[in-house]
């Protein structure tokens, strides 16, 4: 196994944002004018933390495969190959262009993929139950999908643990379910 000498490349904050200097600031600051009650949900269900990963991990697969970002600083190979960054954007003094690298990474999609729902929300919104009790009915269909919670979280006053679910996870289960699409007793037809 060869072994190759590293140095860095730059920060998040001289490469990519002057006004950030991680990318989890970069989270922070999209979601920073949120409901507080559901940045509270976000931050107690381990959501939040989930957001911060996947958007690093979008990040590095952005960046050529010898380059990565550790914590808030790119590392890559102190002689890169000859043609190891061909493809990859460049600056006006020919170095990597990691802010153009990281720009298409839609941020909305991870951070509603990743979005806590309750059981509430995932009957009210998701499965828009008029039924008295929209948790109950969602409880049995998360059930029947064999879905289970992300999480659980005290809630409320009586701090009793509330099931939680990512939205991307909930809305992937349920456009899988069965029944959905074409009429299967019409297909003999």
Request: glycine fraction near 8%; include cysteine.
């Amino acid at each position: 196994m060869s072994y190759r000498t590293t140095i860095s490349y730059g920060t998040w904050c001289n490469r990519v944002n002057n006004f950030e200097s991680n990318p989890d600031y970069s989270v922070d600051a999209y979601i920073t004018n949120a409901d507080p009650a559901w940045l509270e949900l976000l931050d107690n269900s381990g959501a939040l933390e989930k957001i911060r990963i996947e958007y690093v991990q979008a990040i590095n697969a952005a960046l050529p495969p010898s380059i990565s970002l550790s914590g808030d600083e790119f590392i890559g190979p102190w002689q890169p190959e000859e043609g190891e960054f061909d493809g990859y954007p460049t600056d006006e003094s020919d170095g990597l262009d990691f802010a153009a690298m990281v720009e298409d990474i839609d941020l909305a999609a991870i951070v509603e993929r990743n979005e806590p729902l309750t059981l509430d929300d995932i009957g009210r919104w998701e499965l828009k139950s008029k039924a008295k009790s929209p948790a109950k009915t969602a409880s049995g269909v998360m059930a029947k999908l064999g879905l289970k919670p992300f999480t659980y979280v005290a809630c409320g006053d009586s701090k009793r643990p509330q099931a939680i679910y990512l939205a991307g996870e909930v809305r992937a289960a349920l456009a899988a379910r069965p029944g959905r699409g074409t009429r299967s007793d019409l297909a003999a037809e």
